[in-house]
């Protein structure tokens, strides 16, 4: 065996474990799946090029990190915010109108929690994994610039000294404690309110979740209207529109949705560390194949949030079938 060879398999033995911490990084830090799981790749290969000058002044992990966030900040340098509906405007008044659909902005993206904890994970870490996930909070970071976005993860999130987020992103701890400051500020503004975990379900929510897939496999629409809170929100990218209101929800449904009673099927899935279903349509063959991915917020024994996204590319990332199983 080469000197080489060694290095390299001593790189992938160091640095493998930490895979997915670092693509749930890239994740908070890009709002994307796909973009994360690009730079992951990235990251490692930049990592493996410069391992033979790691010097071990500080963790692996930690130089990993570096490098992964500088990375992020390369490439949001050319890219986009990735919003939700509604962080681009106000609810539609009409539930029943017309859709306005935009291809052209690029969307958030759910992420599999598989993808980013593991069963071995402690269980203290899977929870902070989670709640630095959610999808309302990974969109608010969106509303930050790039730069405040990193410092706030380092510092909030992974809970980095001052001083280490300085000397990884090559400035002053002052500079670092200012920028916080307004990235604080700003995420105050459209910070999400704290909700349950998909591992924190009372028996009433898991009764909810019952109903929810029973009323909507049945496109039962007063049962719909009753499951979520009188101001819930409901948005579905990459559709502008966006409703709040059960009632509206209700309608949105109803009017908008093709499926008729017994045309759709749902299967449980985990996003952001929240519950999600895979939605399935019936097709004229009569099977039933993706129609779109809602990841759900609770409030107590009411839904108070659901997106649903209408990419069914995400489908398999979710370890959810082509065709509903029968």
Known sequence: MTTSTMVDDDFVAQ????????????????????????????TYLRAWRAYDRFEGRSSLRTWLYRIATTTCLTALENRKRRP???????????????LVESSEVPWLEPIPDAMIVDDHTDPATIVGVRESTRLAFVAALQHLPARQRAV????????????????????????????????????????????????????????????????????DIQ?????????????????????RGAEQIGRLVDAQCPAG????????????????????????DGEFRPFHLQVLDFEGAAIKHT??????????????????PR
């Open 84 to 98: 939700l509906p509604t962080g681009l405007g106000g609810p539609a008044d009409d539930a029943g109108g017309e």
């Open 223 to 243: 049962a719909i209207v009753q499951l979520f809170t009188a101001d819930a929100v409901w948005e579905m990218p990459p559709f502008l529109t966006w409703v």
């Open 152 to 219: 706030l993860i380092l510092r909030e999130v992974l809970k980095w000294k001052a001083s280490e987020v300085a000397d990884a992103l090559g400035t002053s701890t002052t500079a670092v404690n200012s920028i916080l400051q307004r990235a604080r500020t700003q995420l105050d503004q459209v910070k999400p309110s704290e909700a349950d975990t998909a591992e924190s379900l009372t028996a009433e929510q898991q009764q909810l979740l019952d109903r929810y897939v029973a009323a909507f496999e049945a496109k």
């Open 15 to 42: 640095a493998d474990p930490f895979r997915r911490e670092l693509l749930a990084h890239c994740y908070r830090m890009l709002g994307s799946l796909h973009d994360a799981e690009d730079l992951v790749q990235e």
């Open 307 to 324: 997106v649903a996204f209408f990419d069914v590319s995400l489908f398999p990332a979710f370890g959810l079938p082509d065709i509903y």
């Open 261 to 284: 009673p017994d045309d759709m099927r749902l299967l449980p899935a985990h996003a952001n560390g929240q519950l999600a279903f895979g939605v399935y349509m019936r097709e004229p």
